[in-house]
């Protein structure tokens, strides 16, 4: 059974940065791809960035391209988001999830998510 269990979030002031950690079990990192979503209160869900399993290319959302990055340590079957600069408008509860598709980012899985809160 694939379990993600994402993790990191917290209240930073805007400018700041924060680095959520997905765990990941039941799952192959080349089978799909992996990323991150997002929702913030009243808001659609927007996918913020992806990586692909098979080359490991790379996608953003760009509200955050140049401030965020993702990446994936199979060793330890975790997915990373590095966000940097963050700003107010960044606040939601981010989810980490398994995509069928990177672009456009298709989630099909994901686990509870992890609150991330920027101050202005």
């Known amino acids: 059974e694939v379990q993600l269990q994402a993790s990191g979030g917290g209240l930073v002031q805007g400018g700041g940065s924060l680095r959520l950690s997905c765990a990941v079990s039941?799952?192959?990192?080349?089978?799909?791809?992996q990323g991150w979503f997002r929702q913030a209160p009243g808001k659609e869900r927007e996918g913020v960035s992806c990586i692909n399993g098979t080359n490991g290319n790379t996608y953003y959302a760009d509200s955050v391209k140049g401030r965020f990055t993702i990446s994936s340590d199979s060793a330890k079957n975790t997915v990373y988001l590095q966000m940097d600069s963050l700003k107010p408008e960044d606040t939601a509860v981010y989810y980490c999830g398994l995509a069928v598709s990177c672009d456009p980012s298709i989630f099909f899985r994901w686990g509870q998510g992890t609150l991330v809160t920027v101050s202005s």
């Open positions: 039941g799952f192959t990192f080349g089978d799909y791809a």
